[in-house]
């Protein structure tokens, strides 16, 4: 069964500073994996996700993650926060065949302090 | 293009009270997930339609779960008895099939905060 850890529950960054929010998972075939955004009473809003190809991907708002196979890993990237980058980010995986469920980490709340 | 929307917004319930959700998808979006997301956890898939037929239910607690998409477009969820567990945000999301030229990128609606007393 595939699953996902978030290592940390909170991460502070200062405004124009770099970000990493970290994601590893767990699958039994190939990995399709997503980041996803909440804010404050608000829905899951889609960042970026790996599919086949670049290592590195592209996303919403200056986002880009970069796919490690030999490490299991989908760390969320950003080279300079921004206050309003502050919210609830999540990760999630499912296998690239059939109709397997997304599954989604605990989440990680990103603090930017201006 | 509209996202998928949800109604209503926020809803509290006394223990053992019924509640039902609604949602529409994004149009053309073929299939229609329910999550479950309690407070400080990720989403967790309830019920996965495809058209109007289910995928996927493994998940939902089927003493007090319910959902139907009953012409493969809207879609309802229902709790019969509620529970104080229940309390969480119920999210809608839907997406298109790899097979008719989607991506399996998923998109949510603003989802239904519930408050069981």
């Known amino acids: 069964a595939q699953s996902v850890a978030q290592p940390e529950d909170q991460v502070n960054v200062a405004e124009g500073n770099p970000l990493t929010v970290k994601c590893t998972y767990s699958?039994?075939?190939?990995?399709?994996l997503f980041w996803y955004v909440q804010y404050p009473n608000r829905g899951l809003q889609f960042l970026l996700k790996?599919?086949?190809?670049?290592?590195l991907v592209k996303g919403s708002y200056g986002f880009e993650a970069e796919f490690n196979k030999s490490q299991t890993s989908f760390h969320l990237k950003k080279p300079s926060a921004l206050v309003s980058d502050s919210a609830l980010y999540f990760c999630?995986?499912?296998?690239?065949?059939?109709?397997?469920?997304?599954?989604f980490g605990k989440g990680t709340r990103l603090s930017v302090i201006a | 293009e509209a996202g998928v929307a949800q109604s209503p917004r926020y809803k509290i319930i006394e223990k053992r009270q019924s509640v039902a959700f609604w949602c529409n998808p994004i149009?053309?979006?073929?299939?229609l997930y329910w999550y479950q997301q309690i407070l400080g956890q990720g989403p967790k898939l309830l019920i996965q339609?495809?058209?109007?037929?289910?995928?996927?239910d493994s998940q939902l607690p089927k003493d007090r779960f319910s959902a139907e998409r009953l012409k493969g477009v809207d879609s309802t969820l229902k709790i019969q008895p509620a529970k104080l567990e229940d309390s969480a945000v119920y999210l809608c999301?839907?997406?298109?099939?790899?097979?008719?030229?989607?991506?399996?990128?998923?998109?949510f609606g603003p989802g239904t905060r519930l408050t069981v007393l």
């Open positions: 999301a839907s997406s298109r099939p790899r097979i008719r030229g989607g991506t399996d990128t998923q998109y």
């Open positions: 699958v039994s075939g190939n990995p399709y």
């Open positions: 790996y599919i086949t190809g670049d290592n």
């Open positions: 999630a995986v499912r296998e690239d065949s059939g109709n397997t469920p997304l599954v």
């Open positions: 149009s053309g979006h073929a299939t």
């Open positions: 339609f495809q058209n109007n037929g289910v995928v996927d």
